[in-house]
């Protein structure tokens, strides 16, 4: 049996006559950027969101560099200051920060979830520090409500990278709701896909909202009045349709991810391998399945031998990237372990049990 890591034609697939019928609307309406299709899809995903506003725009990247730039411009944020990263994440964290010429402070995780380690944060905060930006990294929340303490404490700004987490859930409260603002991805493989790239902010600050919405349009509230030095980055009235057409069966994909994730955690059984864990309050919606192996290249081979496809997330830690040669002398060992330990089993919404039994004997056959 082969079983593909992601298989986004069968996904798109199942909702072809919906997708193809939103397009049709868009072509005919002659309105193609930042339109009605636009407008309903932001008032939507805030709703599902739990917040007041959502600016759509053209990739995750552009979202968290634009809450960034947001605050420049009101002042909460100046050229120089720190923001707390996590050293475990796809390199759009850092490169957010070091697009608005701030500075990234890699911080260390906690070994059981991925995610900052709220502790060695308070470590990290120094004089010039001035937000920390939480990645739910995978789909699973980081531990917002001490980050959100200690956020307060000293008084930074809380900024989640929710690329990977539409839907997560914790106390009633879901991933972009916990922060000043919220980054969202909806990059074809992600939860909440899009049929090419877009991204969007989350916040219930109206005043960053209001600057976000000219940034993203060259500066621009007003056509040809330009109040700021602003980026062309508009999520677009095709992808925006689409998007509220898959909009409508997230909860219900995210619950296949579950099960799937579910039947992992339980019948996969080896020594060498060691499972993700969840705290029970939480809902983590299975952006990926990450497990940790330390013969991960000969488990990868292994799983690929017996047809089915699996990913490495990530293989090389930002501070590690040649993008970033100032931050190469940094031991930071717990990253540098999991980024050669880590593997991602496939976990997409129309994975069937055969797929899933396919996966999980092959993980329990490993030698």
Not at 150 to 161: Q, T, V
Request: glycine residues 8%; aromatic residues 8%; hydrophobic residues 45%.
């Amino acid at each position: 049996m082969d079983v593909p890591f992601l298989d986004l034609k069968c996904i798109n697939a199942r909702h072809a006559d919906e997708l193809k019928a939103a397009a049709a609307r868009v072509i005919d309406s002659g309105w193609y950027v930042l339109g009605e299709e636009v407008a309903a899809f932001e008032r939507e995903f805030a709703a599902y969101c739990g917040v007041r506003h959502v600016l759509g725009v053209g990739n995750g990247l552009d979202a968290l560099a634009l809450i960034l730039r947001g605050y420049k411009e009101l002042g909460v944020l100046a050229e120089g200051d720190e923001v707390i990263v996590p050293a475990n994440t796809f390199i759009a964290s850092f490169l957010a920060v070091s697009e608005n010429r701030l500075v990234p402070v890699p911080v260390e995780p906690d070994l059981a979830s991925f995610n900052l380690d709220p502790v060695r944060v308070e470590a990290a905060i120094g004089p010039r520090t001035r937000a920390i930006m939480a990645v739910h990294l995978y789909g699973q929340l980081a531990d917002m409500s001490a980050l959100a303490a200690l956020a307060e404490r000293y008084g930074l700004l809380l900024i989640e990278d929710a690329a990977q987490a539409h839907g997560a859930m914790r106390d009633g409260r879901k991933a972009g709701a916990f922060g000043n603002a919220a980054a969202f991805s909806f990059f074809p493989g992600k939860n909440l896909g899009a049929l090419g790239d877009g991204g969007a902010v989350a916040t219930s600050d109206a005043l960053l909202a209001e600057h976000i919405a000219a940034l993203r349009n060259y500066g621009s509230a007003v056509k040809y009045r330009h109040l700021y030095q602003g980026t062309n980055s508009r999520l677009d009235e095709m992808q925006a349709a689409l998007l509220r057409v898959k909009l409508k069966y997230l909860d219900e994909e995210t619950a296949h991810r579950r099960h799937i994730a579910g039947a992992y955690r339980e019948r996969i059984e080896h020594p060498q391998l060691l499972l993700p864990s969840t705290p029970r309050e939480e809902q983590h919606v299975w952006h990926l399945f990450v497990l940790r192996c330390a013969r991960r290249d000969a488990l990868q081979q292994h799983l690929r031998a017996r047809g089915v496809h699996s990913q490495v997330h990530y293989p090389v830690p930002p501070h590690r990237q040649p993008a970033y040669p100032g931050l190469q002398g940094l031991a930071l060992p717990l990253t540098e372990r999991l980024h050669e330990e880590v593997l991602s089993l496939p976990i997409g919404p129309t994975l069937d049990d055969a797929a899933i039994d396919c996966v999980i004997d092959a993980c329990r056959g490993f030698v």
